[in-house]
């Protein structure tokens, strides 16, 4: 082992740096695997002391548990960030991986700056740095002072402006079911007229949508109820209810639904994911579902961008996302009070609502109609 690739003196210092280099032995080829093994090392140290047989089994339990303070995929986007801290620093002898110094992760994130990374990957590195140091009860390397101000300069210099998709508008939709949703239409057809006009409806994010399962419907005279059991913001994942109303227009998400649901013969407690794969069958000229797994983003992406092109827009100047922006466009410019807007679109901050709002003209006229001169 070598003492110099660890930041340590003295009997119990040491002791902790054996931990962490075997921990670190491990993680070069279980690290993305099992983080558990991973966090239980790094904890080690600050628990040596524990004694009691039903202590250490607490302990065991421990690091399963802190993984849940974070959402998977926040999870796996620390580890990628971390991981690529520990590639970098493990060319050279003199730099302790973990716990990391200050001066040498500042070098680090000047290396990725005059690679000109994106800011994503710096933001990546940057919290996954910190959260397994906060883990391991260490001290953040991302708070000395030249690194924070590393971190504004990258943002300065490796930062591109940001092109939006185009929201969509009511007449997209207009145009998509007048293409797709005639008397004759397809499993197929319906499918996409139903995933673009709840999107649109519910300000639904494609995760959202792609979850949701024919028992999370609820249909009245003059709406339905859906319930998102999973989102983005609930963070405690307690669900949430979103109503849609019967406008008994041709392109009503409710009646659009119905026939959806009809077409694909779901039951009312079916369990199924409504947005599956589907393959055509030849024989009969019909659609069918295939598997049991949900739609991949990908392939919505694909099938939407698609009908987009049929109906005569430009498939580079939209996205999945466009769904929900169109909606939250539409609504802000019909004067819908915030409360109610929020709750809707299932939005924590007035900053996250505000980014998908595309001001038409006359909303944006009316400020200097209003100055009175």
Known sequence: M?????????????FVCVHYFVCFFFLDIHFCDVPIDFVRGVLQPSFQHVEDSRLQALFQDLPAVLLKSKAVNTTKKYERGFNRWRKWA???????????????VSLFFLSLIQESVSCSIIDEVHYGLKWFHDLAGQLDPCNSPVVIQLLESAKRILSVPVKKKEPVTPEVIQRLVAYYGSASASLADLRLLTLCVLGYAGFFRFDELVQLRRCDFQFEDSFMRIFV???????????????????????????????????????EDSEDFIFRPLS?????????????VPLSYSRAREIVLCAFEAIGLSRRDY????????GASAAANAQVTDRLFKRHGRWKSDKAKDGYIKDNILSLLSVSLSLGI
């Open 90 to 104: 493990s060319q050279f002898k003199e730099i302790a991986i973990f716990p990391a110094s200050g001066v040498y």
């Open 2 to 14: 070598d003492c110099r690739r660890v930041a340590c003196s003295g009997f119990v210092h040491y």
């Open 319 to 326: 996205g999945l996302h466009s769904l929900r922006a169109g």
């Open 280 to 292: 055509f069958c030849s024989s009969n000229g019909s659609y069918r579902f295939r598997g049991s």
């Open 229 to 267: 059991q999973r989102s983005k913001t609930d963070i405690y994942r307690d669900g949430a209810w979103v109503v849609i109303a019967k406008t008994f227009k041709p392109t009503c998400p409710v009646l659009l639904t119905l026939r959806y649901f009809a077409a694909a013969s779901f039951s």
